[in-house]
């Protein structure tokens, strides 16, 4: 059974724990809007992680401070987790997480606390090619990506079918992870930007990497979300750094 939450009045802040039925399970998640916020941000968690994220949480704050809402929500119950624990495949099972994400979206997109506002993806790690499919799958619904540190090659076949306009954002230490996004940079076809952050590795722990990528997110997300006409794709180049 899904939590039952108040109707906002005027776009009244909201900051509610909630349920998401998702076929035969119920996830947790943590959800929040600003008063007047132009759209929710539905974070995908990385691999052996979960809502409670610190980088995630840390994200989503200065997404909140910009006044954008947040969703963070666990990808994978308390069962499963103790699972994947010991085995490590549902982690990469980018279809299971790409589908529940997808599932999440529906069911705060009917909420009323979420009418009219427009929903984008923030992913980590394999959680962000569950974002890409996801977002591919639910276009137009979605109106931003942004991958931090993510696995965009995970997502396959779906990068030629995303149109929302996808962000992202890899340290300057992690070279693999570096590579795989350039490749699937160029695969995409929607409106892209591909950002490296000078001296960060894969996590960010580095003192102010994590900020750099909570701020490139947030203009993202500003920019993107909220808008009244559709994005066009393009196939030029984005910006690096």
């Known amino acids: 059974m899904t939590t039952s939450l108040p109707i906002q009045s005027k776009r009244e802040r909201l900051h509610h724990e909630v349920r998401i039925p998702v076929g ?3 996830l947790e998640g943590e959800l929040e809007i600003p008063a007047e916020a132009p759209g929710v941000v539905i974070f995908a968690h990385g691999s052996g992680s979960s809502r409670h994220s610190r980088r995630n949480q840390f994200v989503a704050a200065l997404l909140r401070d910009a006044g954008l809402g947040t969703l ?7 069962e499963e987790e103790a699972i994947d ?29 979420a009418a009219g506002l427009d929903l984008g993806f923030f992913g980590a790690s394999t959680g962000a090619a569950a974002a890409l499919v996801a977002a591919a799958e639910l276009a137009p619904l979605v109106g931003a990506v942004v991958s931090r540190g993510g696995r965009p090659d995970l997502a396959g076949s ?8 996808t962000l992202l954002i890899v340290g300057g230490y992690d070279g693999v992870v570096i ?13 892209r930007d591909l950002r490296i952050v000078p001296g960060a590795t894969h996590l960010f722990e580095e003192p102010g990497k994590l900020e750099q990528v909570a701020r490139l997110s947030s203009d993202w997300f500003s920019r993107h979300l909220g808008r009244r006409e559709p ?9 690096r750094t």
């Open 72 to 78: 963070l929500f666990d990808l994978l119950t308390a």
């Open 24 to 26: 035969d399970v119920e």
């Open 179 to 191: 590579e795989l996004n350039e490749t699937a940079y160029v695969q995409l076809r929607c409106e």
């Open 231 to 239: 994005v066009s794709s393009s196939d030029g180049p984005g910006r």
């Open 158 to 165: 779906s990068l030629l079918r995303v149109r929302a306009p």
């Open 85 to 113: 624990e010991s085995t490590g495949h549902l982690r990469f099972d980018i279809r299971l997480l790409a589908d529940r994400l997808g599932a999440a979206a529906r069911w705060l997109r009917a909420r009323p606390e």
